[in-house]
C-alpha cells in the first residue's frame, strides 16, 4: 500500500543518508583558519595570540587541531592581504583534504565549539560564502556608487565577525583567477569587492548569512549565541601617547582658507598641541606656512614631501609622530594617541586606512591620504634616506608614498579606524561596532556636527580609557 511504500521510501532515503553522513560531516581538522594579520610587531602579536587561544579551545575540545594560518607568513607577496591573490595558494595546499577556509580579523572573538557546529549544518560539497552580512544604506562612492538604484540588494560580510568559503568555491574562484589573471585595479573597500568578485554579476554565490557570525561585544547577554563576537573598544596598549609628541601637519590652500581652516580650528585642531598648516600662501592670520611649492588641484605629492622633509629639520620639535591630513579631514587626537600606544616609535610606522593598486599583478599598498596619514620618525628617516622622491609636484602622494614603502620593504599598517570617506558612505552596522579614528570629506555634511556625533571625546571615550587595558 501507499504508506509501506513511503516507509520504504523514508528508509532508502535514511541509508542514503548514513552513507552520505560521513563525507558530510565536518571535523575541525577540515577547517584552514586564515587569521588576517599584518607584518607589523604589535599586530604579529594580537595575531599570534588569536591563534594560541584557538589551539586551547581545540585542546580543551579534544579534538585534532584545525590548520591555523597567519596571512602575513604565506608568502612574499604585498598583494595577499586582498585575498583573492592568496586563493590559488590555499587551493593548491587544502583543495583536497578540507572542507572550509574561515577568515579571522586579529580581534574577532571565537567559540570554536559554537563555530564547528555552524559549519555542520552546511553541505561542504557545495559553493558557500558564509558571512555577517552588511549592505549599503545609500550608494557611496567607496563602492564606485554600485547598486545605485538599490543600495541595499547586495550584502558583503563584515569580516569583523570573520567569514567562510567552502572548499568547492575557493577551488572554482582559483581556476577563474587562473584562466583569467586578476584586474590592476584599485582595491578600496576589501570585503565588498570580494563579495563582487565571488556574486560574479548573479553566476556566483551570494553570501549567506549566518546569524550566529556576530560583532557584539563577547560580554554581551546576546553574545551567548554567537559563534563570534568582536571587542568594540578602541585599543589601548598602557598609557596613551602625548599629545606634545604627535606634530599634526594640515594640508591646505588658498581658497580654503576661509571655509576648510575655520572647521579644523573649531573641532578636533584644539586637541594639537603642535599643529602646522601648510598652504601656497603664507597667511599671518591662520597661520600658513608657505612651503614654496605651487598649489596643485590635485596629487599634493611635492607638498606632502616638503613636509617629510619640515618634520626631520630643526624648524619643528622633535617627536616620534607626523600625521599628515588634509584641511577637510576630521579626527579624534585623543582616540589616535590612544591607538599609537600600541605602536613602537622605533620601528618604521606608516599608518591608516590601507588600500591597494594593482595587487593582483603585484602592485603595492598605500594609506589613503584623506583619512589621515601617520608615520613613525624611523619612517620618515627610512623614506627620505632611500631618495624616493615625486615625479611631479601634482602626483597622488599617498600612492608615491605606497610606492617608496614597498620598494623599501616596509609595511603599510591598516585600522579599519580611519575613514577616507563620510560616516554615511559605510554600512550602519560597520560603524556601530567601532570608535572611529577619523572621517574624510565636507561634501553635502554638516562637517562640525559630524565631529560632535562620531569623534568628539565624550563618554564614548571615556569609558575606553576605563576599560580597555584588560583588553591588550
Same mark, same amino acid.
Given at each position: 500500500?501507499?504508506?509501506?511504500?513511503?516507509?520504504?521510501?523514508?528508509?532508502?532515503?535514511?541509508?542514503?543518508?548514513?552513507?552520505?553522513?560521513?563525507?558530510?560531516?565536518?571535523?575541525?581538522?577540515?577547517?584552514?583558519?586564515?587569521?588576517?594579520?599584518?607584518?607589523? !610587531?604589535?599586530?604579529?602579536?594580537?595575531?599570534?595570540?588569536?591563534?594560541?587561544?584557538?589551539?586551547?579551545?581545540?585542546?580543551?575540545?579534544?579534538?585534532?587541531?584545525?590548520?591555523?594560518?597567519?596571512?602575513?607568513?604565506?608568502?612574499?607577496?604585498?598583494?595577499?592581504?586582498?585575498?583573492?591573490?592568496?586563493?590559488?595558494?590555499?587551493?593548491?595546499?587544502?583543495?583536497?583534504?578540507?572542507?572550509?577556509?574561515?577568515?579571522?580579523?586579529?580581534?574577532?572573538?571565537?567559540?570554536?565549539?559554537?563555530?564547528?557546529?555552524?559549519?555542520?549544518?552546511?553541505?561542504?560539497?557545495?559553493?558557500?560564502?558564509?558571512?555577517?552580512?552588511?549592505?549599503?544604506?545609500?550608494?557611496?562612492?567607496?563602492?564606485?556608487?554600485?547598486?545605485?538604484?538599490?543600495?541595499?540588494?547586495?550584502?558583503?560580510?563584515?569580516?569583523?565577525?570573520?567569514?567562510?568559503?567552502?572548499?568547492?568555491?575557493?577551488?572554482?574562484?582559483?581556476?577563474?583567477?587562473?584562466?583569467?589573471?586578476?584586474?590592476?585595479?584599485?582595491?578600496?573597500?576589501?570585503?565588498?569587492?570580494?563579495?563582487?568578485?565571488?556574486?560574479?554579476?548573479?553566476?556566483?554565490?551570494?553570501?549567506?548569512?549566518?546569524?550566529?557570525?556576530?560583532?557584539?561585544?563577547?560580554?554581551?547577554?546576546?553574545?551567548?549565541?554567537?559563534?563570534?563576537?568582536?571587542?568594540?573598544?578602541?585599543?589601548?596598549?598602557?598609557?596613551?601617547?602625548?599629545?606634545?609628541?604627535?606634530?599634526?601637519?594640515?594640508?591646505?590652500?588658498?581658497?580654503?582658507?576661509?571655509?576648510?581652516?575655520?572647521?579644523?580650528?573649531?573641532?578636533?585642531?584644539?586637541?594639537?598641541?603642535?599643529?602646522?598648516?601648510?598652504?601656497?600662501?603664507?597667511?599671518?592670520?591662520?597661520?600658513?606656512?608657505?612651503?614654496?611649492?605651487?598649489?596643485?588641484?590635485?596629487?599634493?605629492?611635492?607638498?606632502?614631501?616638503?613636509?617629510?622633509?619640515?618634520?626631520? !629639520?630643526?624648524?619643528?620639535?622633535?617627536?616620534?609622530?607626523?600625521?599628515?591630513?588634509?584641511?577637510?579631514?576630521?579626527?579624534?587626537?585623543?582616540?589616535?594617541?590612544?591607538?599609537?600606544?600600541?605602536?613602537?616609535?622605533?620601528?618604521?610606522?606608516?599608518?591608516?586606512?590601507?588600500?591597494?593598486?594593482?595587487?593582483?599583478?603585484?602592485?603595492? !599598498?598605500?594609506?589613503?591620504?584623506?583619512?589621515?596619514?601617520?608615520?613613525?620618525?624611523?619612517?620618515?628617516?627610512?623614506?627620505?634616506?632611500?631618495?624616493?622622491?615625486?615625479?611631479?609636484?601634482?602626483?597622488?602622494?599617498?600612492?608615491?608614498?605606497?610606492?617608496?614603502?614597498?620598494?623599501?620593504?616596509?609595511?603599510?599598517?591598516?585600522?579599519?579606524?580611519?575613514?577616507?570617506?563620510?560616516?554615511?558612505?559605510?554600512?550602519?552596522?560597520?560603524?556601530?561596532?567601532?570608535?572611529?579614528?577619523?572621517?574624510?570629506?565636507?561634501?553635502?555634511?554638516?562637517?562640525?556636527?559630524?565631529?560632535?556625533?562620531?569623534?568628539?571625546?565624550?563618554?564614548?571615550?571615556?569609558?575606553?580609557?576605563?576599560?580597555?587595558?584588560?583588553?591588550?
Amino acid at each position: 500500500d501507499v504508506k509501506t511504500l513511503e516507509r520504504e521510501q523514508e528508509l532508502e532515503h535514511v541509508a542514503d543518508w548514513t552513507q552520505l553522513a560521513p563525507m558530510l560531516s565536518v571535523h575541525l581538522r577540515d577547517v584552514v583558519f586564515v587569521i588576517q594579520s599584518q607584518r607589523n !610587531s604589535f599586530h604579529v602579536r594580537q595575531a599570534e595570540k588569536l591563534r594560541k587561544d584557538l589551539l586551547l579551545q581545540t585542546q580543551a575540545l579534544q579534538e585534532s587541531p584545525p590548520v591555523i594560518l597567519l596571512l602575513h607568513t604565506l608568502s612574499d607577496n604585498e598583494g595577499d592581504w586582498s585575498i583573492l591573490p592568496l586563493l590559488p595558494n590555499l587551493s593548491s595546499q587544502f583543495g583536497k583534504n578540507s572542507s572550509w577556509i574561515m577568515f579571522l580579523e586579529e580581534d574577532t572573538r571565537v567559540k570554536l565549539q559554537k563555530l564547528h557546529e555552524v559549519l555542520k549544518k552546511f553541505d561542504r560539497r557545495k559553493e558557500w560564502f558564509l558571512g555577517k552580512p552588511l549592505h549599503d544604506e545609500e550608494s557611496t562612492i567607496i563602492h564606485h556608487y554600485a547598486f545605485s538604484e538599490n543600495p541595499a540588494a547586495f550584502e558583503y560580510p563584515d569580516f569583523s565577525a570573520g567569514w567562510a568559503l567552502s572548499i568547492p568555491l575557493v577551488n572554482r574562484l582559483t581556476s577563474k583567477i587562473e584562466e583569467e589573471p586578476l584586474k590592476s585595479d584599485f582595491t578600496i573597500d576589501l570585503k565588498h569587492e570580494v563579495a563582487l568578485y565571488i556574486w560574479e554579476d548573479r553566476k556566483g554565490p551570494r553570501l549567506t548569512g549566518v546569524p550566529e557570525l556576530c560583532t557584539i561585544p563577547e560580554h554581551n547577554p546576546r553574545a551567548q549565541y554567537c559563534a563570534t563576537t568582536v571587542s568594540s573598544r578602541s585599543p589601548l596598549c598602557g598609557q596613551p601617547v602625548k599629545s606634545d609628541n604627535i606634530f599634526v601637519a594640515v594640508k591646505t590652500c588658498k581658497k580654503f582658507h576661509s571655509d576648510r581652516v575655520p572647521v579644523v580650528k573649531k573641532t578636533w585642531g584644539k586637541q594639537a598641541s603642535l599643529l602646522e598648516y601648510y598652504s601656497d600662501y603664507a597667511d599671518p592670520s591662520i597661520p600658513t606656512i608657505n612651503l614654496g611649492v605651487p598649489n596643485t588641484e590635485r596629487g599634493h605629492c611635492g607638498k606632502t614631501f616638503a613636509i617629510l622633509r619640515r618634520f626631520l !629639520s630643526n624648524h619643528v620639535p622633535n617627536t616620534d609622530w607626523l600625521l599628515i591630513v588634509d584641511d577637510d579631514t576630521l579626527i579624534s587626537l585623543p582616540r589616535l594617541q590612544a591607538l599609537l600606544s600600541c605602536y613602537d616609535s622605533s620601528e618604521p610606522v606608516c599608518l591608516g586606512e590601507r588600500y591597494g593598486y594593482g595587487l593582483g599583478q603585484g602592485g603595492y !599598498s598605500y594609506i589613503t591620504g584623506g583619512g589621515g596619514m601617520v608615520f613613525s620618525r624611523e619612517a620618515v628617516v627610512q623614506l627620505l634616506a632611500s631618495g624616493c622622491k615625486c615625479y611631479s609636484n601634482d602626483a597622488p602622494d599617498d600612492m608615491v608614498l605606497g610606492m617608496c614603502l614597498n620598494a623599501l620593504r616596509v609595511p603599510v599598517t591598516h585600522s579599519p579606524l580611519f575613514h577616507q570617506a563620510r560616516p554615511e558612505d559605510y554600512a550602519k552596522e560597520f560603524l556601530a561596532h567601532q570608535t572611529p579614528i577619523s572621517f574624510h570629506k565636507h561634501w553635502n555634511i554638516d562637517p562640525i556636527a559630524v565631529f560632535n556625533k562620531w569623534l568628539k571625546d565624550d563618554k564614548h571615550t571615556e569609558g575606553l580609557q576605563k576599560n580597555t587595558k584588560d583588553e591588550l
